[in-house]
């Protein structure tokens, strides 16, 4: 796996500059704050779009050229960055590698929908990639020149562990404000991660389609989805819904998700706080409230060890 371009645009805008574009490489676009609407399409629309000038555009947000920074391969930013996306505007999409032809049957049929916060969108190369702001959008873009053998699913991969998603963006919030690009070590090693969290969703989804040996484990889930953030929320209470005891429900839905009870209702209550962190100016005392917690105290020491930053400094760094 080799980190082509990446850029991030902290948002403001209220559309992309390119609304249609294809790749060489494997694009991953991913929303911090906001939302869009995408669509990819492959087969005979990709090679219309190839014939009739496409553009093999970066997903940079719409107005001048400094609103998403980022660094080509050779480390470059500022204008040098703005160079490498030109250069690849011109590339079109006639280098599309065979990872496409290894790891995706072309098709003509589109995948589409909208993506926000926990979400990222991939796009194979070759592939026409359509997408428009639905609100003013955060997102961080990735294109990859190749993929080491891992196959990414195209469409929309939705993320569980919105903890470790938004504690990856800040830092890669805060290396594109902080240091130099011309070393990329780390920035690699960012991606990599969002890859690993791909790879981890693609595996909860598997277990998430046991569902006929697994019911009411898929059961659990759903009722600590709807009510994690409620005041009165127990893992007691959910067992007895579901006819277990405690440790019963323990053991099975670790096997049947990979990870306890406790983790998975407390992502979903740190997903519910990134957004209202992101997305409103509500008191920290209001998100505890409104998220199933005590006190912002408890609140804050919670979501720090999950995301390793506070809510105050994650705000900062993600808020558009």
Known sequence: MEVKTYYYSAGGMTQFRYPE????????????????????????????HAAAGGSAGTGGTGG????????????????GARA????????????????????????????????????LVICPPGFVLKRSMLEPTAFHFVELSGLGGLELPPGKVRIRD????????????????????????EFDHLIRDLLFLVRRAQ??????????????????AALMERGACEPDFSLQDIAGQCGLRASQLSTRFQAAYGMSPIRFATSVRLAKAAKLLVETD???????????YQNAFYFSRVFSKQMKISPSLFRRANQV
């Open 21 to 48: 574009a294809a790749y060489e490489g494997w694009v991953v676009l991913a929303p911090q704050s906001g939302r869009f609407s995408f669509a990819i399409y492959g087969g005979d629309q990709a090679e219309e």
């Open 64 to 79: 001048s050229a400094a609103e998403g920074v980022g660094f080509g391969r050779a480390g470059a930013s500022g204008a």
């Open 84 to 119: 490498d996306r030109s250069d690849a505007e011109r590339t079109g999409a006639s280098g599309a590698s065979a990872d496409k032809a290894s790891a995706v049957e072309t098709t003509a049929a589109a995948c589409s929908g909208e993506a926000a916060f926990g979400e």
């Open 162 to 185: 919105v903890q470790r998603l938004g504690s990856t963006f800040a830092y890669l919030a805060r290396l594109r404000a902080e240091q130099s690009y011309d070393d990329m070590t």
């Open 203 to 220: 595996a909860s989804a598997a277990a998430s389609r046991r569902e006929t040996t697994e019911p009411l484990m898929h059961q659990a």
């Open 282 to 292: 509500l008191t920290l005392d209001d998100i505890a409230e409104r998220c199933g």
